[in-house]
């Protein structure tokens, strides 16, 4: 994969300011890996005039983005994978770029082919690649206002103290 970021030099021409391979990478037991790609820490988001910029692709965030921010990660699932059923404070835009992949709700579930693309607004959901190859979808996922319901998985990566009756959610690995 690579990854490119523009910007602005100082004087106002717009360039590519970082060309590279991301490296910012989790691995996790389910046999699922997630590269961040970018990620923003406010609203509107700063895109500063300027070559010398904060490379946000290699901060170290968990699961949520930042409070009022966005996270941009590239997830690879292995072929039987699982995740953990979980579900965060987030509007999140999928978008399967190859590969099949099943997501998992309370009572239903979902098939994902390349190309489909998925809103998913805060609800309980697990992954699943339900066959015998890699599959790959970019998440885009941008803090939202708290539902108030269940155990969200926190920033620090850990489900949150909230609780709620008839939730079965539980914190992501």
């Known amino acids: 994969m690579r990854r490119i970021v523009t910007g602005h030099d100082e004087n106002e021409v717009a360039k590519v300011v970082i060309d590279d391979v991301p490296t910012n990478t989790r691995r996790s037991a389910s046999g699922t890996s997630s590269t961040l790609i970018w990620c923003t820490d ?7 005039i300027g070559e010398n910029i904060e490379d946000m692709g290699a901060r170290k965030i968990g699961t949520p983005p930042p409070a009022n921010g966005t996270r941009f990660a ?3 699932f292995a072929p039987g994978s699982v995740s953990p059923l979980h579900r965060t ?3 999140d835009y999928v978008v399967v770029i190859s590969g099949e992949l099943e997501m998992d709700l309370d009572d239903s579930t979902i ?16 992954w699943r ?3 015998d190859k890699p599959a790959r ?7 939202a206002a708290p539902l108030g319901i269940g155990r969200p998985v926190s920033r620090d990566g850990v489900a949150s103290a909230q609780t709620s009756s ?8």
């Open 74 to 76: 590239v997830l690879e």
């Open 42 to 48: 406010r609203t509107p988001a700063d895109i500063s």
């Open 137 to 143: 979808a970019a998440f885009v996922l941008v803090d």
């Open 166 to 173: 008839g939730s079965r959610s539980r914190s992501a690995s």
């Open 89 to 91: 404070e987030t509007i």
């Open 129 to 131: 690649n339900p066959t």
């Open 111 to 126: 098939r994902l082919r390349a190309g489909d693309v998925l809103v998913q607004r805060g609800t309980n959901h697990s």
